[in-house]
């Protein structure tokens, strides 16, 4: 590139499919430490996700997706990096009647875990909740 900025292949993989699939010049994913941000000819990597924001920056024109994403996987080889995540909207698309539902289902049902009700994992409905919470910050409404 003219530029002297190298892009590199991304992929935001939900169990539905493809969120997004294309090149980009830096992907930030949500890693269970703290943010993760990746380049082109970014060193091997493997870790884990929590539930936050993923944003994908297509180009120096200031084009960039923003995605809800929920916990996951992420992957780095050569100039390839993968995000496996159990769910990802775009920011844009976050329906807030939706998310708003999910939020207070997981805090229903984690209540009941809470008073011995339930058996239902934990750790998943803590994921739920802070996936339909982070939805909501996203798009800013939350």
Do not use: C
């Amino acid at each position: 590139m003219a530029d002297g900025t190298r892009k590199f292949d991304v992929s935001l993989v939900t169990p539905e499919g493809p969120a997004f699939e294309g090149e980009a010049e830096m992907i930030v994913v949500p890693g269970a430490a703290g943010d993760i941000g990746v380049l082109a000819r970014h060193a091997p990597l493997i870790a884990t996700l929590r539930a936050g924001s993923t944003r994908v920056y297509i180009d120096r024109n200031g084009e960039m997706r923003e995605y809800a994403t929920g916990p996951g996987f992420f992957q780095v080889q050569l100039d390839r990096a993968i995000a496996l995540v159990d769910d990802a909207v775009l920011a844009s698309e976050v329906d807030d009647a939706r998310a708003r539902e999910q939020l207070e289902t997981a805090q229903r049902e984690l209540e009941l875990v809470d008073r011995g009700e339930s058996t239902a994992d934990r750790w998943q409905l803590e994921q739920r909740i802070r996936h339909a919470g982070n939805q909501l910050t996203v798009a800013g409404r939350g």
